[in-house]
């Protein structure tokens, strides 16, 4: 069988196994993409039905509450109803049932009827209700003996507005009918909360009655509440067997499909469902199928035609078979075969052409001479033909290899390679080499180009191949080490190079012979599989980057550059990376890093201690000479640290005023005692700094390791924590840390934790300590003083929580619900009652105080003239032009201004010129301090008449003895508020003060003073 029909046979076999391969994968691959949809298709649905199961709950438990809140005033109406008197209380009864709806959102009018079903008293006709509700199914059920909360559908109003009514039976003591509380809710209501649920574009929440129709619908779809979806889905096949749950229908309303959820509200016949449309719910289903789709098409095509061509390639092997035999016939190369005897055996058509040749001349058996003749005859040999024959001659009887090239007279030139055989004869293959030795020629032009540009390169570059012998060098590499001319021959050996570098003294370092093989040793064991990189230093002082590249013969290419002015400015940037860039020194990066070396040797049994210190009132000197004095004066403080401390020591500024010192090795705790005080005492003295005195002090928290930590986190939160204490134990002092900072820093964490929770649990609580006017001793106001009542550590006091809600941000939310809860609170009391909130200065210092403020009286239904706040000086200590303006715009509102605890802190009479204040409040202390201390009471006498003469009325906190109110009343003080009155109350105790201090309180302040 012929190598021809042997592959024709084979490339058919392989051709369909290709085609069913392709096929297989194909399938394969459409398979997976199939199941992979279908299984992202039940995901995405279980996600969309989970959602709208959670939304669902979350919104039935909102619906409960409100219904919860409408019930409590249904019962409240009650109540008011027991008071009423026709014609005696129906105008007191009008205004609690006024009140009454203001304080619910959902209520758009609130009323009661008689058992005649005739409405007694109702926020839409406040005067005379003119109508009757007896034929409402509602009425009739109620007066039937149902007791329930009973909610209706939805009905149009007389406005034209839909409506939904909630109604409760009122009972006579009896237990007899005696009425019905009936109010109307507005289902926009609902809407705002149901805005809120994002469920993609055309998402739906509704709230439904039990019997089929929709209370409440968004977004909103016309004719709905018309209209009874009982014979929906959700209440023929969900509704009867669960409570709550989620499914997939069309929808009632509209017709589309969608993946809704539902929750039965507990205890109401109403129902929450939400919904997605099907195509939001499975919107990321189909952006996978449209991006990934066509991409499986394409791989399945590609795959398909891959499949084809490799099928048609391996058909037309047997063609290339042929192919390579014509190929092997028609090869470029002349070849031809002679036995011992120089007699031709064969030779090809390429050899013949090359020397033109005729067949007859190139018959076997034709002797080499004959051949040789012939060629000179066709002028196809070299210009010496005689002796070019005697030459070939020589060559083949001396049964040597051999390979010439030859120039013909025509010019071209032909490379003879002649290879002898075993038995005496040779093989020649001859070759036309014309165009390559032209080639050649242009190689040699382009190497002489090619080394022009290597010896104007700005790096030095050297090749070694895999005997570590010269390949090429360029001039910057011989001049960059000083190489002889001897040394920069090809095939130098690389250990001689080296070894002259290092002798001559070339590198930095030792001249020795053992120093040129510690290096060639070094440079041996570089990997020669990877390149390497490293960086040495000459003799005078430049840095050379030297990058290896290794070759697969396992020689290199190695590039030498300068990088000294690289590396110094690496080194600055470092440097200016690990310093402070005003005073020099270190920042708090080279401080951890030179912590973990030193924390090594700690662990090995030294010890270490790290101070922290900040500059007492430097923040004064910021704003009263300016920041380019305070930067003087910190680039000061640092010289005199770097005058406290060892070489061995470190001083580092972290920023600001803060800077930090670690002590080496000292003999602890007296070495790190000894250099606190130091530093203190050579801090306190003063700084002259262009012409003025600056006096500042520090304080100084100390940690030590091993003893409080031996990690750099701990040591650093260890010492910020003693320096706090020593700030708070008086400045100008230091402190070791203590295990207990620790416990009080962790238990300020769980209370900032818990205070957090607190906002979201309602812990919150509002007391309220009475404000007596002097002269008629009748309460004024009421001071809103906020408690936290914890589940587990009972009521927190408030310079506990407050300074603390206001370091961690939580004041601003807790203030305004203080000041909500305030409002709705005294919005019950008598009209001439005051009510008065504390305001922090961040509080106050809010842009949208004003607004809170006003939205505040207005959903509490309060006047702003019954508000005063209460800020202290705190507040005006900075942007005097922000706190005027919001001072006035709250005068604007009528809200009254109380200066509280004057004459303490950064007081000031100026201020009493520049503000608008209503009220001062004289502190506790000086009024607790009048029995005692004649300086006290004059200072309250002081601003008593102050008071009068800038017509402001004067409150007198802390009065808790007889002869502290004689002595207020006699010197003209026109409020009071103590302990000798009432300690503050909660909410429901407001109205027994009210009492107790009402027209009859100065007998009762009289007897209790007796008591």
């Not at 109401?268 to 098409?297: C, Q």
């Not at 670690?662 to 700094?689: C, H, M, N, T, W």
Request: hydrophobic share 40%.
């Amino acid at each position: 069988m012929s190598m021809r029909a042997m592959l024709n046979r084979l490339a058919v076999r392989p051709a369909s196994m290709v085609t069913t391969a392709g096929v297989a994968v194909s399938c394969a691959i459409l398979l997976f993409f199939l199941v992979d949809l279908y299984n992202r298709h039940r995901t995405e649905i279980a996600a969309a039905e989970r959602t709208v199961r959670n939304h669902a709950q979350v919104l039935a438990a909102h619906t409960a509450r409100t219904f919860e809140a409408l019930d409590r005033a249904l019962r409240e109406a009650e109540h008011i109803r027991q008071k009423y008197i026709p014609g005696r209380t129906a105008l007191a009864a009008r205004d609690a049932m006024r009140h009454l709806k203001q304080s619910s959102p959902v209520i758009k009018a609130i009323g009661w009827a008689r058992v005649d079903g005739q409405m007694q008293i109702h926020t839409l006709a406040p005067d005379s209700p003119q109508f009757n509700i007896a034929a409402q199914p509602y009425f009739a059920a109620h007066r039937d003996g149902v007791d329930d909360l009973i909610i209706t559908p939805p009905s149009r109003a007389a406005d034209g507005n839909w409506t939904t009514t909630v109604s409760r039976r009122i009972s006579a003591p009896d237990g007899s009918f005696a009425g019905v509380t009936v109010a109307s809710i507005d289902p926009d209501y609902f809407l705002t909360t149901y805005r809120s649920v994002d469920l993609g574009r055309d998402g739906v929440v509704a709230l439904l009655h039990r019997n089929g129709y929709v209370v409440a619908r968004e977004p909103y779809l016309a004719g709905a509440l018309d209209k009874s979806f009982a014979n929906g889905w959700l209440f023929t096949q969900e509704l009867p067997h669960s409570d709550s749950g989620s499914y997939q229908a069309p929808s009632t309303a509209d017709g589309s499909a969608r993946v809704a959820g539902y929750r039965a509200v507990p205890g109401l016949p109403l129902v929450v469902m939400t919904s997605y449309s099907r195509a939001d719910a499975l919107a990321a289903w189909y952006r996978h199928v449209y991006k990934t789709g066509p991409l499986i098409g394409c791989v399945i095509l590609v795959i398909l035609v891959g499949t084809a061509l490799l099928q048609r390639q391996t058909r037309s092997l047997a063609q290339k078979t042929s192919v390579l035999e014509l190929t092997l016939e028609n090869m470029a190369h002349g070849l031809c075969m002679f036995d011992k005897e120089q007699r031709l055996i064969t030779c090809n058509a390429r050899y013949a052409q090359i020397y033109g040749l005729t067949p007859d001349q190139t018959r076997p058996g034709t002797r080499l001479r004959s051949i040789l003749e012939a060629r000179v005859t066709a002028g196809h040999s070299p210009e010496a033909a005689e002796e070019y024959i005697a030459t070939r001659l020589r060559e083949v009887e001396s049964n040597e290899a051999s390979y010439v090239v030859n120039q013909l007279r025509d010019g071209r030139v032909v490379a003879i390679s002649h290879q002898p055989t075993i038995d005496g004869g040779w093989v020649s293959i001859h070759q036309d080499v014309t165009a390559q030795k032209r080639i050649e020629a242009s190689l040699e032009e382009a190497n002489m180009r090619f080394n022009a540009a290597l010896n104007n390169m700005s790096h030095g570059l050297c090749m070694f191949d895999g005997d570590k012998r010269l390949v090429v060098c360029n001039d910057i590499y011989a001049k960059m080490y000083e190489l002889p001319p001897e040394l920069l021959k090809v095939g130098t050996s690389h250990h001689e190079i080296i070894t002259h570098r290092v002798t001559t003294g070339r590198l930095k370092g030792d001249r020795t012979a053992e120093a040129a093989q510690q290096k060639l040793a070094l440079l041996g064991a570089l990997p020669t599989d990877t390149g390497s990189s490293r960086i040495d230093e000459l003799w005078d002082g430049r840095l050379i980057s030297i990058t290896r590249a290794t070759m697969p013969d396992g020689g290199w290419v190695g590039t030498h550059e300068d990088v000294t002015e690289r590396q110094r400015s690496e080194a600055r940037i470092i440097f200016m990376a690990q310093h402070d860039a005003l005073t020099g020194l270190p920042n708090r990066v080279l401080l951890r890093s030179r912590l973990e070396q030193q924390l090594a040797n700690v662990r090995r049994g030294e010890t270490l201690a790290v101070l922290y210190l900040d500059l007492d009132h430097f923040k004064r000197v910021n704003d009263t000479l300016g920041h380019a004095l305070g930067d003087a004066l910190l680039c000061g403080v640092a010289e005199r640290l770097k005058r406290c401390v060892r070489d061995c020591d470190l001083v580092v500024r972290l920023g600001g005023d803060e800077f930090a010192v670690v002590q080496g090795v000292a003999e602890q705790p007296r070495g790190a005692s000894v250099l606190a005080q130091r530093i203190i005492d050579s801090l306190k003295e003063p700084f002259d700094i262009d012409s003025h005195q600056i006096v500042v002090g520090t304080s100084v928290g100390i940690s030590v390791a091993p003893t409080d930590g031996v990690e750099v986190d701990d040591l650093l939160k260890n010492a910020d924590m003693a320096l706090y204490r020593a700030k708070a134990d008086g400045r100008n002092a230091f402190c070791f840390f203590e295990a207990s900072m620790d416990l009080r820093m962790q238990e300020r964490r769980i209370l900032e934790v818990d205070l957090r929770k607190a906002i979201d649990r309602q812990e919150f609580e509002l007391y309220y300590q009475p404000i007596l006017n002097v002269a008629s001793k009748q309460i004024t106001g009421f001071e809103a003083l906020l408690r936290w009542k914890h589940p587990t550590r009972g009521m927190v006091p408030p310079d506990q929580f407050i300074p603390l809600a206001e370091e961690v941000g939580l004041i601003m939310p807790i203030g305004e619900w203080v000041l909500r809860q305030a409002c709705a609170e005294a919005a019950h009391w008598p009209d001439h009652i005051m009510v008065a909130v504390n305001l922090s200065p961040v509080q106050f210092h809010s842009k949208d105080l004003t607004a809170t403020v006003m939205s505040a009286v207005t959903s509490a239904g309060l006047s702003p003239k019954r508000l005063e706040l209460e800020i202290t000086e705190a507040v005006l200590l900075h942007d005097t032009e922000i706190v005027t303006r919001t001072l006035h715009e709250l005068r604007t509102l009528g809200v009254r201004i109380v200066l509280d605890d004057f004459g303490t802190g950064y007081s000031s009479l100026s201020y009493l010129q520049r503000f608008p204040f209503d009220k001062i409040k004289i502190d506790k202390n000086f009024i607790q301090q009048t029995s005692s201390e004649k300086n006290y009471f004059a200072i309250v006498q002081a601003v008593i008449s102050l008071g009068r003469q800038l017509g402001m009325t004067t409150t007198a906190e802390g009065v808790e003895t007889k002869e502290q109110l004689e002595r207020l009343e006699r010197e003209g003080c026109v409020e009071v508020q103590g302990y000798y009155f009432s300690r503050p109350q909660p909410a429901s105790e407001t109205q027994r003060l009210l009492t107790t201090f009402g027209p009859a309180s100065r007998k009762a302040v009289a007897k209790r003073a007796v008591a």
